[in-house]
Every structure is written in C-alpha cells, then in structure tokens.
C-alpha cells in the first residue's frame, strides 16, 4: 500500500540507506621481541575476542534488517487488517444507525399503539360502568318485583286458605243441608206412602160409591144424573191432591 503513511519511528527503522556501522578494530601493532609469551598470548585472546565480537555484532546487523521486513511486513499487514476493521466498522455503524431508527419507528409505532390501546380500555371500561350500573340498576328493579311477587304469594296463600276454609266450611254446610235433605226426603217419602195409602182407601171407598150410586141411579130412573158427576170429580180432587194442596172443582 503506496498511500499508507507509517509512524516515522518505523519509517527510520525501514530506511534503506541506513547501513550498521562496522566496527574496525585495527591490529595492535607487534613489538616483537619487546612483548613476553604472556603478553602475546594475552594480546592475540584479545584480538580473537574483538574478531568474534565484530562478527556477532554483523550478524546482528543482519538479523537486524530480517527483523525490520518482519515489522514493516506485520505492520501492512496491521494497517490491512485496521482498514478491513474500519470498514466493517463502518457498515456496523450504519447497520447500527439503521436499526436505530427502525427501533425509534417502532417504539413510535408502539407509544401510538399504547395510546390506542389504552383509549379503547377507558372506553372499555367506561361502557363496563354504564352495563354495571345498569345491571345494578335491574337488579334492585327485580329485587323490588320479587318482593312485590313475594308479598303478592303470600296474600295469595292467605286467600287460598280463607277460601279453603270457607269451601271447608261451606262443605260442611253443605253435609248438613244433604242431611237434613235427605231427612226430608225421608218424611216426605213417608208422607207419600201415607198418601198413597189413603189415596188407595179413597179409590177403594170411591169405587164403592160408584156402584152404590149406580144400582140407585138404575133403582130410580127419573133422579137427574148428578151424583155420578160429583163423585168423579171427588176421585179427581183425591187423585190431585198427592201431588198439589190446591183442588179446583
């Protein structure tokens, strides 16, 4: 990426021109026979000891620059990977933002639905008043008809046993008229019989008269003819009189 601009720290770490300065270490000049066995072998570990250090410290420097390519490798790779972030950040911010304005449509959306929600329970609730109120009403109008009924029960329950008395009563009246009827009857059927009995005596005597009046009647023949009229009008007022007091002649 040419148009990434690294930290200037990283930009002198990864400067090509930069080269590791080398440390020369110049040969100590030999004095020859002036320096003992022990001063040469001191001086030559010396010697070995600045060669071995100047090859570790070049090989430093390479290391050096291998870990650079390491860095400036891992840092585009590091800015790749913050740009990639950046984007995916970005498009969760507006995924974000768009969500958040779904949220707000909705929470507007729910605050008229409440609204709506609770103007039809107080509409609700105030047609339930109205219907308990009625029904209150109602009720004490059925309890006032159920007293009224009740009251009119019991006169009802009352007459009903005036009247049963009275039929009671009257039943009883009625027992001792059928008694004393049918005593009547009894005399009068007596009464009857004494009549019939006597009508039958009369008939008998009647009978008599005829035949007496007749022999008379045929003894004399010049008498007027009266006496056989009176005596069938007798047997008719005899005969009446079981069934009438009054007999016309």
């Known amino acids: 990426m040419d148009g990434l601009r690294l930290p200037p720290v990283i930009e002198e770490?990864?400067?090509?021109?930069?080269?590791l300065c080398e440390l020369k270490v110049e040969k100590p000049i030999m004095l020859g026979d002036a320096l003992t066995d022990k001063e040469r072998e001191s001086l030559e570990e010396t010697y070995e000891e600045e060669e071995e250090k100047e090859v570790k410290e070049e090989k430093q420097g390479d290391g050096g620059e291998e870990e650079v390519?390491?860095?400036?490798?891992h840092v585009v790779q590091l800015l790749l990977e913050l740009e990639e972030t950046r984007e995916v950040s970005q498009r969760h911010e507006e995924s974000f933002l768009e969500l958040q304005g779904?949220?707000?449509d909705e929470r507007m959306a729910s605050t008229n639905q409440a609204e709506s929600f609770t103007r039809q329970i107080q509409k609700l609730q105030a047609q339930l008043r109205s219907v308990q109120e009625e029904m209150d009403s109602l009720e004490e109008e059925k309890e006032s008809e159920l007293a009224e009924?009740?009251?009119?029960l019991r006169s009802a329950q009352e007459e009903v046993l005036v009247l049963q008395?009275?039929?009671e009563e009257a039943a009883a009246e009625r027992e001792n008229d059928i008694a004393s009827l049918q005593e009547e009857l009894c005399r009068l059927r007596a009464e009857l019989q004494r009549l019939q009995a006597t009508a039958q005596e009369y008939e008998l005597e009647i009978t008599t008269l005829r035949a007496e009046i007749s022999m008379k009647s045929l003894g004399h023949g010049t008498q007027s003819p009266v006496w056989p009229a009176v005596v069938v009008?007798?047997?008719v007022c005899v005969g009446a009189s079981l069934s009438s007091d009054t007999c016309w002649i």
């Not at 770490?13 to 080269?19: C, G, I, M, W």
């Not at 390519?69 to 490798?73: D, K, N, Q």
């Open 149 to 152: 009924a009740q009251e009119e």
């Open 233 to 235: 009008a007798s047997s």
């Open 69 to 73: 390519e390491e860095l400036r490798a």
């Open 165 to 167: 008395q009275a039929a």
């Open 102 to 104: 779904l949220l707000e």
């Open 13 to 19: 770490v990864l400067d090509p021109s930069d080269e």
